[in-house]
């Protein structure tokens, strides 16, 4: 197929849009760090958290050459306790000892809570697996297949006022396993901030199990680990409501940040107007973002890397 137009669009930037165009708008074109509007917290510790210590356990377990990938097939082998010890010693201590003196105590002691809760969240999933259990070694390689750092991306086709455009998505998960018993992909999506806002990062994921769903041919599960949480910190959604949600949500959503590209018009509000009660920008946004573009049309390449 021939596009006229080609753009691309990150997945942090595409759950940005479906929260508020506007705000999308700001961090785009503007360079202003709008990702934080209206969420509770900073999220820090859960970036920590993911690339220092659960990012780590992925790689390990998914690479058949690292030292930790048989000790990680033992300790499956041997339960929970083993798990248990497995964790905490070769992935949270080690981080503390070898980067613990870069971070401010509350957040060593944050990100050990995280850790607890992350690991029975994980052995809750894992443990649904009754080959991997018995089989660790032989169906490792299969859960966590090799897992490209999370990278991926897919093209979308669409028409815009006439115009064959094509939305190049590209996105980096947190986490992905296969469940080769039940021939079932989960997602998993780690939050350092409270359940309160649960919109954002769901939308992430779903742009998430879009990529693995035109790669695989899978709808995987979605599964929001919120670190902070102690008391049920999961929420899972099944692969029949991901689909639904992948149907309903993302052809308006790419449709939206393509229009955005174009530069012809002032995007939509923020859908849930309370969010525009706790922006800094409620009181010009549209002045703002209408200056912007009446000054920048015609200076900005069609095709945007962002
Ligand atoms: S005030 Fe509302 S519409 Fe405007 S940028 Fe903020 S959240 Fe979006």
Not at 40 to 55: D, E, L, N, P, R
Not at 196 to 213: C, E, R
Not at 216 to 240: D, K, M, Q, R, W
Not at 267 to 276: E, F, G, T
Request: include cysteine; charge should be neutral.
């Amino acid at each position: 197929m021939s596009y006229d137009t080609r753009y691309y669009a990150n997945v942090t930037n595409l759950a940005l849009c479906q929260k508020c165009p506007r705000l999308a708008f700001y961090a785009i074109f503007m360079k202003r760090k709008t990702n934080f509007v209206g969420i509770q917290g900073t999220g820090f510790y859960g970036s920590v958290f993911h690339s220092k210590i659960a990012a780590r356990f992925f790689d390990a377990a998914s690479d058949f050459h690292s030292k930790l990938n048989d000790k990680i097939a033992n300790s499956l082998k041997h339960g929970y306790e083993s798990f248990h010890e497995l964790i905490r010693k070769d992935f949270f201590f080690e981080f503390v000892k070898s980067e613990g003196k870069n971070y401010p105590s509350s957040q060593i002691y944050a990100l050990a809570a995280a850790t607890e809760t992350w690991l029975k969240v994980l052995w809750e999933a894992l443990s649904e697996m009754p080959s991997l259990m018995r089989f660790p070694r032989e169906i490792m390689p299969i859960v966590f297949q090799k897992q490209n750092s999370g990278n991926m991306q897919s093209s979308y086709d669409l028409e815009i006022d006439g115009v064959q455009t094509e939305l190049t998505v590209v996105g980096k998960y947190d986490a992905l396993i296969f469940n080769p018993d039940e021939k079932q992909a989960r997602i998993f999506e780690f939050k350092g901030y409270k359940k309160s806002d649960v919109t954002v990062p769901l939308t992430q994921s779903v742009i998430y199990a879009w990529l693995v769903h035109e790669k695989t041919g899978i709808y995987p599960e979605i599964e929001i680990v919120h670190l902070s949480e102690s008391e049920n910190p999961a929420n899972i959604f099944s692969s029949g409501e991901v689909h639904e949600m992948i149907k309903s949500a993302l052809p308006n959503l790419f449709e939206t940040i393509c229009r955005m590209y174009t530069l012809k018009e002032i995007p939509p509000k923020a859908y849930d107007s309370r969010l525009c009660e706790q922006c800094k920008y409620r009181n010009f946004c549209e002045a703002e973002i209408e200056l912007f573009i009446r000054n920048h049309e015609n200076t900005f390449d069609f095709e945007r890397k962002n």
